[in-house]
């Protein structure tokens, strides 16, 4: 079985819509997908339609949360959208999406970038913006090379030149209102120090006695020993470890089923669920 728990769709900041992704992951050969767009559960219900015979759809989130000033992301899993204290905060987050997006391109044209908000704006489309809708608007302008190029200190690291605070959840607060919801918490990539600060294994200890269900090992931006590290700590705080591509499409390397979650993890997972279920494609079928 192979099982990839962390993409994105055009309905966040993937560049394939919901469909194309779930057509993707059969031809990858997956068995499992999960769809985890930003702080959104838009893309899921095309997913669904779109689902093809022997593919299971996870549908999840990844929610935008900051803690002592470090920016960290929750994966939540098979929780019950409808929620509705967990869709306000959902609502919050993406509500304040376009301010900041506009105030990052106001402090790039203050800088001498002729980047245009109608363009950042159009890369967009209809999905959350967010930095990497920025990030390739300075990749078409050669300001950097490619997507990952402008996550620095120079341009849209956290706390770098151009970056811009947006409401985010406290994780704490995230862990609770995700178990309210019937849903699982694992912390999205926690060891990428590539992106700027990442929070201590303290931090991540105090996560998993609070209920905190795992964290993201095996990613692409871990290297060998960080996931060891990490697969040590998951392992001495009893917390579930997962594998992801973290597929965002064309707009970043990593591709569908690069890094996947052992069947027993995934199987784990949709046992502590109960806010909803995965859900097996028909291909089409009633």
Known sequence: M????HTHSTASDGTDTPAELVLGAAAAGLDVVALTDHDTTRGHAEALAALPE??????????????????????????????????????????DRVPRARAMVGKLQELGVPVTWERVAAIAGDGSI??????????EL????????????????????VYVEKHELDPFKAIRLVKAAGGVTVFAHPGAVKRGRTV???VIADLAAYGLDGVEVDHMDHD????????????????LNTGSSDYHGSRKTCRLGDFTTDPEIYGEITRRATGAFPVPGTGGRP
């Open 54 to 95: 022997g593919l299971t759809l996870v549908t999840g989130a990844e929610l935008s949360c900051r803690i002592d000033g470090t920016g960290v992301h929750m994966l939540a899993y098979l929780f019950d959208p409808d929620e509705p204290e967990l869709a306000r905060e959902r609502e919050l987050v993406r509500d």
């Open 2 to 5: 192979r099982i990839d728990l």
């Open 130 to 139: 967010g930095r990497p809708h920025i990030a390739e608007a300075l990749v």
């Open 224 to 239: 060998e020993p960080t996931r060891a590290r990490l697969r040590g700590l998951a392992r001495e705080l009893g917390l």
């Open 142 to 161: 050669g300001v950097v090379p490619d997507v990952s190029g402008a996550f620095t200190p120079e341009w849209l690291a956290d706390g770098g030149r």
């Open 200 to 202: 201590p294994d303290s």
